[in-house]
T-cell receptor
Framework: GQNIDQPTEMTATEGAIVQINCTYQTSGFNGLFWYQQHAGEAPTFLSYNVLDGLEEKGRFSSFLSRSKGYSYLLLKELQMKDSASYLCAVMDSNYQLIWGAGTKLIIKP | GAVVSQHPSRVICKSGTSVKIECRSLDFQATTMFWYRQFPKKSLMLMATSNEGSKATYEQGVEKDKFLINHASLTLSTLTVTSAHPEDSSFYIC?????????????FGSGTRLTVV
């Protein structure tokens, strides 16, 4: 079966750095997405990785290793507004998106 | 960037009535739209894939007669929850992708919070 694993919850301190991991087992691979979702709101797109390596976008970076079925989202200089759930999603060989359950990130002052 | 407009954002309805949710792509044409359902603290669950001009493709376990999907134009898809029951109360979200630009991801509507009383 297809599976996306990510931690349920993480806590970090304002101003610090946090890494949210995602491992996947899917039928084929056509890219991995990271989304941010604040409570009661729809997800917003953060990043897309299809090749191995690190993609940096301001305070957020996303890394992919296809051979390991592994990705992480790195958030630097954490701000209180970064408190949200972070969803990892993989597009399989049929171009279907498989979603992880999300990681709730709690930022403390 | 691509924008998807979804409304209503919140709706409360009585058991047995029907509710229509609209999803519009504002600045691009979406031949395919996706309808999701999300329970509190749970991940997104794909309900169906809506294709312009043809029948929607429903995921296993989703009742197509209960969740009617219409994709009559390249910019509008609707989800109608028919004969709603309290267990249909949930957060419904649509999404679409602007063409082949994977690097822009899928754009989501703002979601509809449905409460059936």
């Amino acid at each position: 079966g297809q599976n996306i694993d990510q931690p349920t919850e993480m806590t970090a301190t304002e101003g610090a750095i946090v890494q949210i991991n995602c491992t996947y087992q899917t039928s084929g691979f056509n890219g991995l997405f990271w989304y941010q979702q604040h409570a009661g709101e729809a997800p917003t797109f953060l990043s897309y990785n299809v090749l191995d390596g690190l993609e940096e976008k301001g305070r957020f970076s996303s890394f992919l290793s296809r051979s390991k079925g592994y990705s992480y989202l790195l958030l630097k200089e954490l701000q209180m507004k970064d408190s949200a759930s972070y969803l990892c999603a993989v597009m399989d060989s049929n171009y279907q998106l498989i979603w992880g359950a999300g990681t709730k990130l709690i930022i403390k002052p | 960037g691509a924008v998807v407009s979804q409304h209503p954002s919140r709706v409360i309805c009585k058991s047995g009535t029907s509710v229509k949710i609209e999803c519009r792509s504002l600045d691009f044409q979406a031949t395919t739209m996706f309808w999701y359902r999300q329970f509190p603290k749970k991940s997104l669950m794909l309900m169906a894939t809506s294709n312009e001009g043809s029948k929607a493709t429903y995921e296993q376990g989703v009742e197509k007669d209960k969740f009617l999907i219409n994709h009559a134009s390249l910019t509008l898809s609707t989800l109608t929850v028919t004969s709603a029951h309290p267990e249909d109360s949930s957060f419904y979200i649509c999404s679409a992708r602007d063409g082949d630009r994977m690097s822009y991801g899928y754009t989501f509507g703002s979601g509809t919070r449905l409460t059936v009383v």
